[in-house]
């Protein structure tokens, strides 16, 4: 009895699944192929994206997903979207951050692109999603600037002034007043010079001599015409004319000064004079500063003769040679008190006009002075 009742329960169980396997598989069949809203391959509606350029996106598809069996999507026309100002140019967010045809299309499969033509980049940068308009033009705001930048300001009298270099200066050194003590007697000496002119050019004036034994010994005064050549140089051109209790002299005078390498100042002039005669004068001097007030100043300076002078105790050749230190302390600028010491030494027939005159040819000299800058 028990195997009858165990047979006739199970038969209809049996029936039962089978009949509702078979309802479910069409049901199965119909779901798979239905296309799912959230994974489906239709193309994205780029236009409903603010903010974004889509001039150089058309055509462009999502891949498929890796669980679906439908056909990848075909080429469609994109319906552009409407754009209110659609006639202005391609601004560079457009141009630089969504132009994709610089990309590799190969290497992206089911991307499909189609050709954009490049718009030329401006010439200034933006930053990526934003638009830029034209460039402002019209009238100013009432509230701008003036034209000159004045701002109802009234002008200051320097806008006068003339440009740097026309306007005329004059300047006056007097670089030694200095009194001497040597073997050959005590004395009083001066070195000026002085200008007035433009940078260009220039009216110069130098004036040197001493005078010993209570009497003037030499002097000399110079006109010169200086003319700028180049930066820190010039070139000169005038007379000369020496006096004291010698004869006096006139010279032609033509050369050259200027700042050298290192900062040495230089002064090279040649002279022509009546009879034949000639001379050439060679200077140099330099400034070491120990402060900004202390400045000791060594002086170089040469002279040679074409032809003797004996009137005036000059030999031909290389007649004489200085050199001297002198250290000054600039109480200011224009005033600075000095002490120094100065050797001076005569060659061939210079320094014999000078034994006969009872003086040597090698002399040191102990000197004290003041210089003036006005």
């Avoid at 199970?10 to 509702?20: G, K």
């Avoid at 050194?173 to 003590?181: G, N, T």
């Amino acid at each position: 009895m028990k195997m009858h009742r165990r047979g006739t329960s199970i038969v209809p169980l049996r029936s039962t699944l089978l009949a509702a396997l078979l309802l479910a598989l069409p049901l199965a069949a119909v779901a798979q192929s239905t296309p799912a809203s959230s994974g489906s391959t239709a193309p994205m509606d780029m236009s409903a994206m603010p903010g974004m350029d889509h001039a150089g996106m058309h055509g462009m598809a999502m891949p498929a997903t890796a669980g679906s069996t439908a056909k990848p999507a075909t080429k469609a026309p994109v319906k552009k979207a409407k754009r209110p100002h659609a006639t202005a140019t391609p601004t560079p967010s457009s141009a630089g951050a969504h132009d994709t045809s610089g990309m590799d299309r190969g290497s992206t499969p089911g991307m499909s692109h189609s050709p954009t033509p490049a718009a030329p980049a401006p010439s200034g940068h933006a930053m990526p999603g934003m638009t830029m308009g034209p460039m402002q033009g019209g009238r100013a705001p009432a509230d701008a600037r003036s034209g000159d930048y004045s701002d109802g300001i009234a002008a200051s009298p320097a806008h006068e002034l003339h440009m740097h270099g026309s306007a005329p200066a004059g300047m006056l050194l007097v670089d030694r007043l200095e009194a001497f003590h040597g073997r050959d007697g005590n004395g009083q000496s001066w070195e000026a010079e002085g200008w007035y002119g433009n940078d260009a050019d220039k009216l110069w004036l130098r004036s040197e001599g001493e005078r010993s034994n209570g009497r003037l010994e030499d002097g000399e005064v110079e006109m010169l015409w200086n003319h700028a050549v180049a930066a820190f140089w010039s070139t000169q051109l005038g007379v000369r004319h020496d006096f004291g209790g010698s004869p006096q002299r006139e010279w032609a005078a033509f050369g050259v000064q200027g700042l050298a390498p290192y900062w040495f100042e230089v002064e090279a002039t040649a002279y022509v004079g009546p009879s034949g005669r000639t001379a050439a004068r060679l200077r140099a001097d330099y400034e070491l500063l120990f402060t900004q007030r202390l400045i000791l100043q060594p002086e170089f300076e040469m002279n040679l003769h074409g032809r003797s002078d004996p009137a005036r105790g000059i030999g031909s050749g290389l007649s004489d040679a200085k050199l001297g230190l002198r250290l000054r302390y600039e109480i200011r600028r224009e005033f600075a008190p000095y002490i120094g010491v100065v050797w001076t030494r005569r060659f061939g027939a210079t320094a014999d006009f000078a034994r006969a005159d009872h003086q040597v040819a090698l002399d040191r000299q102990w000197v004290a002075g003041v210089r003036i800058r006005f």
